[in-house]
């Protein structure tokens, strides 16, 4: 029996075709739905999709289905101990690594203040372009950037 899922949130109808295609892809890895159905739950068509996270997508059996991983661009807000700092991700898993963050950082700066999110991310760093960043998990930190109001961005860059 599977757990419940909560509801999607739905997309901006302001989004690119762009975010919409990354969109289908998100949908066709977390619920295992073919091209079409992640499409159409995106709103987009899977010609638009693969125009953009193409080779996301492989042929399987007459039915397109999303890869585990990818090396799609993505322009991202990373936290980083001096502050935000924008750098291009080209991995999926980074990019994975990179939005666990910013959630753990939701969960502790929101009630109820939850920072068990941040503690089981301690210590982790992510390689991007060749640089390693280490992921802001103090929460004396955390406070300090917060007043400074480092933390009021967006994840993805526009």
């Known amino acids: 029996m599977s757990s419940p899922r909560r509801p999607r949130k739905p997309l901006d109808p302001a989004s690119s075709s762009r975010e919409r295609a990354l969109d289908a892809l998100a949908v066709a890895r977390r619920e295992g739905y073919s091209l079409r159905r992640a499409s159409d739950l995106a709103r987009t068509d899977p010609r638009t999709v693969r125009r953009y996270v193409g080779s996301a997508f492989v042929k399987s059996g007459g039915r397109w289905r999303a890869t585990h991983r990818d090396r799609l661009a993505r322009e991202m807000t990373l936290l980083t101990p001096g502050g935000p700092v924008q750098v291009v991700v080209r991995d999926s898993r980074t ?14 700066l929101e009630p109820p203040f939850d920072d068990s999110r941040l503690k089981v991310l301690k210590r982790k760093r992510v390689r991007v372009s060749g640089e390693d960043y280490e992921l802001v998990t103090d929460p004396i930190r955390i406070d300090r950037l917060g007043k400074g109001g480092e933390l009021d961005y967006d994840i993805y860059v526009r």
């Not at 990019?95 to 959630?103: E, G, L, N, Q, T």
């Open 95 to 108: 990019a994975s690594a990179i939005a666990a963050h910013r959630v753990a950082l939701t969960a502790y």
